[in-house]
């Protein structure tokens, strides 16, 4: 099959979508289909890959740098409308995907549409909220929704909260894959040496944007709350948040034990998550987070607030840890988790065998069974 994928998240870019978008290419690729991706253009990145194809873009954003593809097709767009798609695919909302959905309406091909940001949620990004509202978003995404042929998404709570944004189209719920064979257990202490500690030191993890809606500032009031001694918080990634978050770590004098790292690179985050202790989250914005099963996979511990969208991965108390969202109650089990090496070792494993559900070559399959029932 030619296969579309039409998405504003790609690299360089460095998110979720970013990270889906290209595994499922190279999975699909691997079940002898071909795949297309068709992303907005960034200055002075140049694909490897001849079937990508990019749109020119404006700057949306600068911190992390996020594009958006301009909505008149280009020269490049007439390359795209020469390939005779037999499904096109496109991802969270957006112009590249909007451009997917008229191409499939032109050609009367069908159009599949994965749902996954929650974006009724990151309304503070346009005109600090003041104009666009939650429930205006929603009727956007109902609206774009009802006129796609079939909806994806990642989680049972995001179908479940379409249906009750009005979308009547069928909806699949397919997770998005886990690299179990780069996400898996092995011994790294490459936390350890950037941060200067010792094999005695505990380290907990954070790994995402730097923005409000991941609520990082809950992960560091909880850790000042800890008995600290031999304790770290390494916080890896970037955002528009950093110099709150690090304004915040100064005001609770907790410099010398919590550590911005900034942004790391795809391909070492298996060192990363190897060489710490438990991982910690506290977003209840995601449609599925996909840094939860990637940290499951390498056999880390994970701890995070209450939300439904975890109940996929995380058995409460045998594959992971869900709590309150209340600072103190959070920074209690954290502590149970860091004193009581029997319980990581127990959780561990089961987080292993829990990932192993979400390889990517299973969920590869499943795309492919719901575009040959369309095409």
């Given amino acids: 099959m030619k296969i579309g994928l039409f998405t504003d998240g790609y690299y360089p870019q460095i998110n979720g979508v970013a990270t889906t978008v290209e595994e499922l290419k190279e999975s ?30 404006f700057r949306l954003y600068r911190n992390p740098e996020l594009r958006l593809s301009y909505m008149f097709p280009d020269k490049i767009f007439q390359k795209v409308l020469k390939v005779d798609f037999d499904i096109i695919h496109g991802f969270s909302g957006g112009s590249v995907p909007s451009l997917g959905l008229a191409l499939a ?23 600090g909220g003041k104009i666009l509202r939650p429930k205006a978003v929603e009727k956007v995404v109902e609206l774009y929704c009802n006129v ?12 479940k909260e379409l249906i009750e944004f009005g979308v009547k189209k069928p909806i699949a719920v397919i ?6 064979k780069k996400f898996k257990p092995f011994k790294s202490d490459l936390l ?34 800890l008995k600290h ?70 056999g880390l511990p994970v701890l995070t607030v209450k939300d439904k969208v975890f109940d996929q991965f995380i058995e409460n108390g045998v594959s ?45 399959k499943k795309f492919e069974n719901l575009y040959k029932q369309l095409a």
């Fill in 192 to 225: 350890r040496k950037k941060m200067g500690l010792s094999k005695n030191d505990k380290v907990i993890l954070y790994v995402g944007r730097l923005a409000k809606e991941k609520s990082v500032d809950f992960l560091i009031r909880a850790f000042a709350k």
């Fill in 320 to 364: 992971g840890f869900m709590v309150e969202n209340k600072e103190t109650i959070f920074a209690q089990k954290l502590q149970e988790i860091l004193q009581d090496k029997g319980l990581r070792t127990r959780i561990s494993k089961e987080a292993r065998l829990q990932a192993l559900k979400f390889s990517l070559d299973e969920i590869a």
């Fill in 229 to 298: 001694d031999n304790i770290y918080f390494a916080i890896v990634g970037d955002g528009p948040e950093r110099k709150n978050l690090e304004n915040l770590v100064k005001k609770l004098d907790l410099g010398k034990h919590i550590i911005f790292l900034g942004f790391v690179e795809h391909n070492s985050l298996a060192d990363v998550y190897n060489s710490a202790d438990v991982f910690v989250f506290s977003s209840t914005t995601e449609t599925q987070g996909m840094i939860i099963p990637e940290a499951m996979a390498s």
């Fill in 148 to 159: 796609c042929d079939y909806v994806v998404a990642p989680a049972e709570y995001v179908k």
């Fill in 28 to 57: 699909l690729r691997v079940l002898d289909h071909s795949v297309y991706i068709v992303a907005p253009k960034y200055p002075k990145y140049k694909d490897k890959d001849p079937k990508v194809f990019r749109l020119k873009s």
């Fill in 175 to 180: 997770p998005n894959g886990v690299d179990i």
């Fill in 105 to 127: 309406k032109l050609k009367k091909k069908p159009y599949v549409f994965t749902y996954n940001t929650r974006l009724n949620h990151y309304t503070h990004y346009f005109l």
